[in-house]
């Protein structure tokens, strides 16, 4: 490419073509010739200085053409005038050659004298503007000179004014005009010139000239005209001879060429742009000057020419003309081509500019391009180095924790106890970080993925409040959740992502509210709009509002009275909520029906603390990873700051997106949509069962009154009451409780008497007439019904002080420690009203493993492998949340067990067995019940009487936790895979899949 | 008082077991798994060890004194004493099983030779550990039992 440019290097056209090419093709062409760039610059300049000077010379050529032609057409008016003039003047002189004769030859005696001359020219003078005068010379021979002398009275004299020395002939002046009178009587033939004029004009019979001279009177150049003038008529074609020989005189005049033409151009336009030189060129050699200077200024490099004929074919004469002044300098062509090479130079500087700045711009970009891919590929890197450090840290971890747990356990000094109990919180929360890391570096690689499972939300909004529970106690926050009652029991969706929203949320405002409350609602996003008109006051007593000012302090109608950032949540919209579904209570079936139809589900959770809250400044990026309020947030609080951005993602993971509302020294409120899928209307029947299982049914139908002051806390309560399926009425007060209670008691008797007084601890305790009224109303209970009311007692936090007053007050019963959680009041309710102690509460009941043993129990379950003892650690293990297990020691013998029917539940797979290893068993096992099921379908009665199909969970239970196993396992058929050795928290996740939401049909 | 020493004895005990390596979480998982259904869950799972551990011993013995050695099968029964070994956290046992299948894999005669004796070497060791932690246990196994469960988290 280049070559080909320098070849065409001196040519503009080309070039110009190649640089819009080059800034139209773009980049590669550009870039390519960079370093050509300022050559093409200095080349541009030059083929445009050498264009502009082209032009500029194009431009003043045509000037030069132009003035040319002026001066040209100047000169031949000037001179075709000055022709013209003359001829005129001679015409007229040989009209007074003709009066001369008709008047002075023809007529005897003569009628014209001088006097008759003199006066006929002068008055006749206009005519010959060119004369300066004419006079009348008559032929003398020699012979008739003393005739003619005496005749005149005067002697013929030479030019020099002597008398004339003898002659052949003469040619004495007689008659002349006034104006050279001083010519008379001098002999014409003396002068050299007017000799031979006279000579050649007689013998042409026609006007001739006299080469220019100083004139006699005014010393100007000029010439003589002579005119012959003959005595008798000539013959029609006369000879010389004849004519000479007819001539009597001759008429002269004389031209003052000089005035004459200067006369001339006076009279034109442009007289002082030109200089005119008129010449006498009949011998061609030497040209004499008959007008204009003979040394020339003005412009010698253009003249013209042009030809004069006066009349004389003998005299040539001729007229130059020239320009006065040397031709000015063009201006307009020297300002034309400067301006047009001054644009062409910013042209070519502009398109240079712009091409330096595409290579420039090429240049960063490629260089970003560079930098993006280093980037990512550092991002990745960092992925896989996080992914791997955590994992890798993980096991040490484990190592540590297991040791400082070892380490808890033997005998220490408080000091060693402290600090070893200290380094196991912080191996915990470095597990906890790690994993959170993980979570998000899963996320950014988009590797999470959401599972869509059926799973009881309200269980899981219990299971996270009791992890805090202990923590919020301590603080003495209140914790509470509430569900509106038109959320699906059961929803589609991911149970473990959702737990870990809420966890990280509740977490979070656990960790930053020191008074106060924290509460979680979850309600639907497409609740319609409250209604206003019926205001279903459900209590007792009508007046709620009396609270609003308790002792100076203003309350808010929140859940422990603390303000909250968000009005939202406050009783106000809460009372709202809780009417409209009192009042659809009764439309509920049909509404669920029309619910129903819709696929999906869209829940509002907002989680409302009464915290140290956001600062403003930091709001707008709560939601970025490792970004926390300020740096003294992360010292005072702890944490990392990735919480929340792990939320987010998982929030819009599922569909939905997180907002919060934050006021400082007030408190947040996070509030979240999440989409999940409705659960199909078999299942959810089918799950009512395990979810029955969950909650005892002994208290269905019961009567309960909530004491509490604050409306949003008795719905909680009431939310919690209600899915034991008790009937819940609210007081005020415990003294309206007991009027209520009495008036009930006597007039409707025992039928609304209610079985169980839940009282709040502030209600009771605000109440100055607390205790009283509670004997009063045990009084009054045991006065008309026989089975007086069981009371207990709500508190957050109670001191033991508190207690035994409680209990000298009547709470003998017991005392509900919050957070309220279903299955805990249920607990409690049991204890308290000695109902059915079907299911061991208690312990199980408290922890974690509860789950578990819940999930598990009365389960049939298979476990198979080859070694002895892992099989036997694996049966103890399952017995021990219940499970009844039976062994196989190969995969034959898990076949022969599992043939259809069967009675397992599941099934715990070792992989590698001898003979028949698990992968081979469990796709064996499908097998079979493939095609049991298809016999099954086959036969339409017993299928739409079997309402799932052969399917047993079958768990793989593997040593190594690679991911290329479990692809394995789930390739042959497996749902999944617990690690051996069996850790609790591992197998409660793989087994939650398939108990909860898979009840086992054949069971 | 003859309790608490017996308590401190067996918890100093077991924590140099799992120091020296021979034990590790499993153990505890192990030990979580008893409870009144179940109060020889422990001691029957280590004795099913041993008997499967000698006859697994046995039989590599056997086959490794072979004239040709049948790798698989010999790889077969150290994965077996692997995983039984795992299951009740002998740990340095399951390391040495490790090893063991290395050398089998290389088909490696002297090598496996070698780690035979070390499992032999490693097995009695706990073995011996083991009873002799049952030893202290034995006699007051119900106390210790409770000791346990409230000890453990």
């Known amino acids: ?1003 | 008082m003859d309790l608490v020493q017996l308590q401190r004895q067996f918890v100093d005990y077991r924590t140099s077991l799992y120091h020296e390596g021979f034990l590790d979480e499993q153990f505890t998982q192990l030990q979580e798994l008893q409870d009144e259904n179940n109060p020889d869950f422990v001691v029957e799972v280590v004795s099913l060890f041993f008997e499967d551990s000698e006859r697994l011993l046995n039989e590599l013995a056997r086959a490794l004194e072979q004239q040709s050695i049948d790798y698989k099968r010999i790889d077969a029964h150290v994965h077996q004493l692997k995983g039984s070994s795992s299951s009740i956290g002998a740990q340095r046992v399951q390391k040495v099983c490790i090893a063991f299948r290395n050398y089998c894999e290389e088909q490696n005669v002297e090598g496996c030779l070698k780690c035979l004796q070390q499992v032999r070497h490693e097995y009695s060791l706990v073995k011996t550990k083991l009873e002799s932690l049952f030893q202290v246990r034995l006699p007051c196994r119900r106390e210790i039992f409770f000791l346990s469960k409230m000890v453990l988290p």
């Not at chain 1, 070519?348 to 930098?371: N, P, Q, S, T």
């Not at chain 1, 502030?762 to 008309?784: A, F, Y």
């Not at chain 1, 001191?799 to 035994?804: D, G, H, K, M, R």
């Open chain 1, 1 to 1003: 490419m280049g070559l080909k440019l320098q070849q065409s290097y001196h040519h503009s056209v080309t070039l110009k073509v190649n640089e819009q090419m080059g800034t139209k093709r773009g980049y590669t062409f550009i870039q390519a010739n960079r370093a050509w760039l300022p050559k093409f610059l200095l080349l541009w300049v030059m083929v445009m200085a050498f264009l502009s000077t082209w032009i500029y010379k194009k431009m003043d050529a045509d000037n030069k053409v132009r003035r040319k032609e002026v001066l040209s057409s100047m000169c031949d008016q000037r001179a075709r005038m000055l022709q013209d003039q003359f001829s005129v003047s001679v015409n007229h002189v040989h009209a007074l050659a003709i009066l001369v004769s008709t008047f002075h030859y023809y007529k005897d005696p003569s009628a014209i004298d001088q006097e008759t001359f003199a006066e006929y020219t002068a008055r006749t003078a206009f005519e010959r503007p060119l004369l300066s005068g004419v006079a009348y010379a008559e032929r003398v021979v020699h012979s008739e000179r003393e005739k003619f002398e005496r005749q005149h009275g005067w002697t013929i004299k030479t030019m020099k004014r002597e008398p004339s020395p003898i002659r052949d002939e003469y040619a004495p002046v007689i008659f002349s005009q006034e104006t050279v009178s001083y010519i008379e009587s001098l002999d014409m033939m003396s002068g050299e010139e007017d000799r031979e004029n006279i000579l050649r004009a007689r013998a042409t019979g026609k006007a001739v000239l006299t080469s220019p001279f100083r004139l006699l009177g005014s010393h100007h150049l000029g010439v003589v005209l002579t005119f012959p003038v003959y005595k008798s008529k000539l013959p029609p074609s006369p000879t010389e001879q004849e004519r000479i020989e007819a001539t009597a005189g001759y008429l002269g005049g004389a031209f003052d060429v000089e005035s004459l033409v200067e006369n001339l151009l006076g009279q034109l336009a442009g007289n002082q742009a030109i200089l005119v030189n008129v010449y006498d060129i009949t011998n061609s050699s030497d040209h004499l000057i008959m007008y204009g200077h003979q040394n020339q200024d003005g412009d010698l490099a253009l003249l013209h020419e042009s030809k004069l004929d006066f009349g004389d074919p003998f005299r040539k004469h001729q007229m130059i003309c020239r320009y006065h002044q040397k031709a000015p300098t063009s201006w307009t062509a020297l300002t034309t081509a400067f301006l047009f090479f001054v644009i062409c130079l910013l042209v070519g500087y502009i398109l240079y500019g712009a091409a330096i700045h595409i290579v420039k711009v090429e240049d960063d970009f490629h260089e970003m391009e560079e930098l993006k891919v280093r980037a990512e590929a550092a991002d990745v890197a960092k992925s896989q180095f996080l992914a791997t450090v955590s994992h890798e840290i993980r096991t040490p971890m484990n190592g540590i924790l297991g040791m400082l747990a070892l380490l808890l356990d033997t005998d220490l000094s408080s000091t060693q106890r402290d600090y070893a109990q200290t380094a196991q919180v912080c191996g915990k929360a470095l597990i906890t970080l790690i994993n959170e890391v993980l979570d998000r570096a899963k996320i950014e690689a988009g590797k999470l993925e959401l599972e869509t499972v059926p799973f009881d939300l309200r269980s899981i909004l219990d299971d996270v409040l009791s992890l805090f529970s202990e923590k919020s106690r301590n603080k003495g926050v209140e914790l509470a959740v509430f569900v509106s009652d038109k959320v699906p029991e059961m929803v589609m969706g991911d149970p473990g992502r959702f737990r870990q929203i809420i966890t990280n949320l509740v977490g979070n405002s656990v960790k930053f509210t020191e008074r106060g409350h924290i509460f979680v609602k979850v309600h639907l996003a497409e609740n319609p709009k409250p209604m206003e008109g019926p205001k279903a006051e459900t209590y007792l007593n009508g007046g709620s509002d009396e609270d609003a000012l308790v002792s100076g302090a203003r309350q808010f109608k929140t859940l422990s009275g603390y303000e909250a950032a968000d009005e939202r949540n406050s009783w106000d919209s809460l009372k709202h909520l809780v009417a409209d579904e009192e009042l659809r209570y009764d439309a509920s079936v049909k509404m669920k029906a029309a619910d129903e139809a819709s696929q999906s589900v869209t829940l509002m959770v907002s989680v409302e603390d009464t915290g140290i809250g956001i600062p403003l400044i930091a709001q707008d990026r709560v939601f970025m990873p490792f970004m926390q309020a300020d740096s003294s947030t992360s010292r005072n609080y702890g944490g990392t700051g990735i919480g929340l951005s792990i939320t987010k993602c998982l929030v819009e993971l599922m569909g939905g997106h997180i907002s919060f509302i934050s006021r400082p020294q007030v408190g947040s409120t996070f509030s979240f949509t999440t989409v999940f899928g409705r659960c199909k209307r078999a299942s959810f029947s089918d799950t009512k069962k395990p979810n029955a299982e969950d909650l005892p049914s002994g208290f269905r139908g019961l009567k309960a009154v909530v004491v509490d002051g604050k409306p949003v806390r008795a719905a909680v309560t009431r939310y919690h009451l209600k899915r034991l399926g008790m009937l819940v009425e609210f007081a005020n007060s415990v003294k309206i409780a007991a009027s209520a209670c009495g008036k009930n008691g006597s007039s409707c008797g025992s039928k609304t008497q209610p079985d169980i007084v839940l009282v709040e601890k502030d209600s009771w305790l605000s109440g100055e007439d607390g205790g009283l009224s509670l004997r009063t109303l045990d009084r009054q209970q045991n006065g008309h019904v026989l089975k007086s009311p069981k009371m207990i007692l709500l508190a957050t936090n109670i001191t033991n002080a508190e207690l035994e007053k409680a209990k000298a007050a009547g709470f003998a019963d017991t005392t509900i420690m919050k957070p309220l959680r279903a299955s805990m009041v249920a607990a409690c309710l049991q204890q308290v009203l000695g109902t059915g102690k079907k299911r061991q509460p208690g312990r199980g009941m408290l922890n974690g493993s509860s789950v578990l043993g819940s999930l598990l129990c009365g389960k049939k379950i298979l476990v198979v492998d080859d070694n002895m003892v892992n099989r036997r650690v694996a049966a103890g293990a399952l017995k021990k949340f219940g499970a009844a297990v039976e062994c196989a020691e190969s995969g034959k013998a898990a076949l022969k067990l599992l043939q259809l029917p069967h009675s397992f539940d599941a099934c715990f797979m070792d992989i590698q067995m001898p003979e028949m290893d698990g992968f081979e068993a469990t796709r064996r096992i499908r097998m079979m019940e493939s095609q049991a099921n298809e016999q099954m379908n086959g036969g339409t009665e017993e299928g739409s009487i079997r309402t799932g199909e052969w399917h047993i969970p079958i768990l793989a239970m593997t040593a190594d936790v690679i991911h290329a196993t479990y692809d394995e396992c789930l390739k042959c058929g497996m749902d999944g895979y617990v690690s051996k050795p069996f850790e609790e928290e591992n197998l409660y996740l793989a087994v939650a899949k398939f108990f909860k939401t898979k009840p086992i049909s054949d069971s």
